[in-house]
């Protein structure tokens, strides 16, 4: 197993909740941060996911082209032919923080497309899509991951909602650092009443506990995770009282959803949740937040300057090889983009083993 097939991909999503521990959700930018991430999954034999953002797929185009779904195809296409070679581990493709002005050019028409894959018989080229609503009112945020979440069904796609505010930068969309940070155990109740719990088709929920985008000195984000368990009981509880009418079940590609969302109900877990943000965080938060059920981690900032500072490692020492200084002719082993590109991706790859070893992946991969 390579690219995850969606059945393969629930089973992993199931598997991480159950087991108390999240995949690394690796953002992408090059084939050269694909081949990173894959050899560090494999390194790790930890499944995961990995990822374009907004800004990501227009620059896997071209940065004269910047097409998002021609980068985020072309991103799917080199991803399913190299991850071939790593038949120990499964990959789940995904695209991230869609907001509502690049929904029109960017993630209905790869839904469209992945839908007509499935018509003909073919396995969607991505296994989820994000929806960012953060920015909307949550009625309005819900509408759309409705109409979103229906159409994901037919693409035999994962939804990923968010619900609050991430606070930081990332991609030009930003937010500022105060109490929007932090959702509360009503805003679960209401998306569990509108869109159920995977009965009525497969979704993640990112709900913020003080997440922030970037990096930042310590003691400026503060996280809560506690406040994920606060959520998943308040949900759960009145599930099981009854007191919360989940929308009707919908017929779904190769999973049981009932069980499944009885088992989890029971568990506590009610949601998939993501944690975004999470560059900086101390362990304890991390294995707070997981044991609260989060089952997926982006991770962006942290791999940038893994691959960036192993680059810049590799032109300090060699810097008379790399440039051509007074006059000299340099030296072309050194400055072949193959000499510290593979330093690059070696260095971003070894983070991507420590953070499957942070979240509890590594050496789980399924067989």
């Not at 521990?21 to 090059?30: F, M, Q, R």
């Not at 009885?262 to 900086?280: C, E, I």
Request: aromatic share 8%; charged share 20%; with cysteine.
């Amino acid at each position: 197993m390579t690219i995850a097939t969606p059945e393969r991909y629930a089973q992993m999503l199931d598997a991480a909740r159950q087991g108390g521990y999240a995949y690394p959700a690796i953002n992408v930018t090059s084939s050269q941060t694909l081949n990173a991430a894959l050899q560090g999954f494999a390194e790790a034999e930890s499944d995961g996911i990995i990822q374009v953002s907004v800004g990501g797929a227009a620059y896997w185009s071209g940065q004269s082209v910047k097409n998002r779904v021609a980068g985020s195809l072309a991103f799917a296409a080199f991803a399913h032919e190299v991850a071939a070679h790593y038949p120990g581990i499964s990959i789940a493709l995904h695209t991230d923080h869609c907001a509502q002005q690049y929904l029109d050019e960017w993630v209905r028409p790869l839904l469209a497309h992945e839908r007509d894959q499935v018509q003909h018989g073919q396995e969607p080229s991505f296994q989820s899509h994000m929806w960012d609503g953060s920015t909307l009112p949550l009625d309005q945020n819900l509408d759309i991951a409705e109409e979103l979440l229906d159409l994901s069904v037919a693409a035999h796609t994962v939804l990923e909602i968010e619900v609050g505010a991430v606070g930081g930068e990332e991609d030009g969309h930003s937010a500022q650092i105060d109490e929007k940070l932090y959702s509360t155990p009503a805003d679960g109740l209401k998306v569990a009443g509108r869109l159920g719990l995977g009965e009525r088709g497969p979704y993640m929920a990112a709900f913020t506990f003080g997440n922030v985008h970037g990096a930042y000195k310590p003691g400026v984000v503060q996280l809560r995770p506690e406040l994920l368990g606060e959520i998943q009981r308040t949900v759960a509880q009145a599930v099981r009282g009854g007191g919360l009418s989940l929308p009707p079940a919908a017929r779904q590609f190769g999973q049981s959803t009932l069980d499944w969302v009885d088992r989890n109900v029971g568990a506590n877990k009610p949601f998939a949740l993501v944690f975004h943000g999470g560059s900086g965080s101390a362990p304890q938060e991390l294995a707070q937040a997981v044991s609260h059920g989060v089952v997926k981690m982006n991770i962006d900032t942290d791999t940038q300057y893994a691959f960036t500072r192993a680059a810049a490692g590799h032109m300090f020492t060699h810097y008379d090889e790399v440039l051509k200084v007074d006059g000299g002719v340099g030296e072309k082993r050194y400055y072949d983009p193959r000499s510290w590109g593979a330093e690059a991706e070696d260095g971003m790859a070894r983070r991507v083993v420590q953070a499957c070893q942070q979240l509890g992946s590594a050496g789980k991969a399924l067989r």
